[in-house]
């Protein structure tokens, strides 16, 4: 399967997923909305162009708030992931892993503590400007800080499933290394 | 020149980034303002349609509670039928021949409609139900809906076959309500924070009221046919600093399963709407 067929497939699961399941779900908690969609630019390789990475981040926002009647919103959160995106793998990876053709984002080429800390700043990025954006003209702040707190811990441990059910080959082979 | 090209070359993905975060910010304020924006009719059409395909899945979950529900409504609707209806009083107008007119005439004031739920959430700030009727299935904004066990919201939105419903739970919803058997009218509003509760506002602590008591809509609602179920009051607080109670309603609808909902339209609300403004007009 190509690359770009790849690419569009996986974006129509993660948007589906997040716009028909995880979006609508009685809400477990009044803090907790789960996320998983944003894996998709997460998850993308280390070569991808900048532009590139602005382009479906803003495409995949949109996509998911025509499911959440949001125009905009996740769009604009998911442009800051792509946009600080480069600068968290820039911190994080080792210029040499960068220039792989094949090189993704992932617990093998990034030590399980920096993927870690990449998914944990981008989620909690995405969720503080979510969220600030929807509570600007109410609520409280104790609200934004439990919200955007609690958000991101339920988004990572979706991270974490969504990563053993799809990824397994990545961490089967840090373990033969 | 050159310079400004450089610049620009050099910051190109910065730029675009601003631009589209302008682009996305501006939707959503546009969207935010009006809630008809009309840009976003063709993505009604197109998630709905995925929806609907989504919630076929889904519905079998719902299958049995929702049977019990309709069976419940059906024979609440039966025996609400004549109120629908209202008596025209003829009595006091001159007819030059009374054989033309029959003055015991009813004339239809709400309109019950049938629609289909495609879509809907219970945990934004602002949310909405679609459903699947549009203009051409009659709809047009600013109908009420009812689901069984209570109402659910306002049309405020439609295309040719799809229409938004502006659900209860929505931070500028405010509907006009009253406590059954007690003439008591107050506002319910939703402060956004759990989608069980809704909040019953500008009833102040002198009135008697009791935790239980049925919501029911008001007589003077626009949308809203009067007397249909809204709620059940849970909680009631008396906060010493405020003149009103804060009173936690309990939604009849169930907003988590919704899927089978009557539109209703008020065949009377244009003339109403016309006589009212003309009185605003002549007293301006």
Same mark, same amino acid.
């Given at each position: ?20 399941? =995880?979006?609508?779900?009685? !809400?477990?908690? &009044? ?5 998983? +969609? $944003? *894996? /998709? %630019? ?57 220039? =792989?053709?094949?090189?993704? !984002?992932?617990? &093998? ?5 920096? +993927? $870690? *800390? /990449? %998914? ?58 | ?284």
């Amino acid at each position: 399967m190509s690359d770009a067929v790849k690419y569009v497939l996986r974006f129509a699961a993660f948007v589906i997923v997040q716009g028909l399941v =995880l979006s609508f779900m009685p !809400p477990l908690h &009044r803090f907790i909305t789960p996320y998983v +969609y $944003l *894996l /998709f %630019l997460l998850w993308m390789p280390f070569v991808t162009g900048r532009v590139a990475m602005l382009v479906w981040g803003f495409l995949l926002g949109l996509s998911l708030d025509f499911f959440t009647k949001t125009p905009g919103l996740h769009a604009s959160a998911c442009l800051w992931v792509a946009w600080l995106r480069g600068g968290m793998i820039n911190l994080l990876v080792p210029r040499e892993t960068k220039e =792989l053709a094949s090189g993704t !984002p992932g617990a &093998r080429t990034m030590g399980l503590a920096g +993927y $870690l *800390l /990449f %998914l944990f700043v981008l989620t909690l990025i995405h969720h503080i400007w979510v969220t600030a954006i929807e509570w600007l003209s109410f609520g409280s702040i104790g609200y934004f800080l439990g919200k955007v707190l609690l958000t991101t811990v339920a988004s990572m441990i979706l991270y974490l499933v969504t990563e053993m059910l799809f990824r397994p080959r990545a961490n089967r082979r840090r373990k033969f290394d | 020149m050159r310079n400004v090209f450089l610049f620009i070359r050099r910051y190109a993905v910065f730029f675009l980034f601003l631009i589209l975060q302008v682009v996305a910010i501006s939707m959503l304020v546009r969207y935010n303002k009006s809630q008809q924006a009309r840009y976003m009719q063709w993505s009604y059409e197109a998630t709905g349609r995925i929806n609907k395909q989504a919630d076929n899945l889904t519905r079998y979950i719902f299958l049995n509670d929702n049977n019990r529900r309709l069976a419940q409504e059906n024979a609440a609707l039966r025996n609400q039928l004549s109120s629908n209806f209202v008596q025209v009083d003829s009595s006091a107008v001159l007819m030059a021949d009374t054989m033309m007119v029959d003055s015991s005439r009813v004339i239809r004031k709400y309109l019950y409609r049938y629609a289909r739920v495609v879509n809907s959430s219970t945990n934004l700030q602002n949310n909405y139900i679609t459903l699947e009727r549009g203009t051409r299935q009659g709809v047009a904004p600013g109908m009420a809906v009812a689901a069984p066990g209570g109402i659910a919201g306002l049309v405020v939105d439609v295309s040719p076959n799809m229409c938004l419903v502006m659900s209860l739970l929505h931070r500028k919803q405010s509907t006009s309500v009253s406590v059954k058997g007690r003439q008591i009218n107050g506002i319910l509003e939703w402060d956004g924070k759990s989608p069980l509760r809704l909040q019953l506002n500008g009833i102040p602590k002198t009135r008697e009221i009791a935790v239980g008591d049925t919501i029911i809509t008001s007589n003077i609602s626009m949308n809203y046919p009067p007397g249909l179920i809204v709620g059940f009051i849970e909680r009631i607080d008396k906060p010493d600093d405020e003149v009103n109670l804060i009173i936690q309603v309990k939604s009849g609808a169930n907003f988590f399963g919704i899927e089978h909902v009557q539109v209703i339209e008020n065949t009377l609300l244009k003339e109403q709407k016309a006589l009212e403004a003309r009185a605003d007009r002549s007293t301006n």
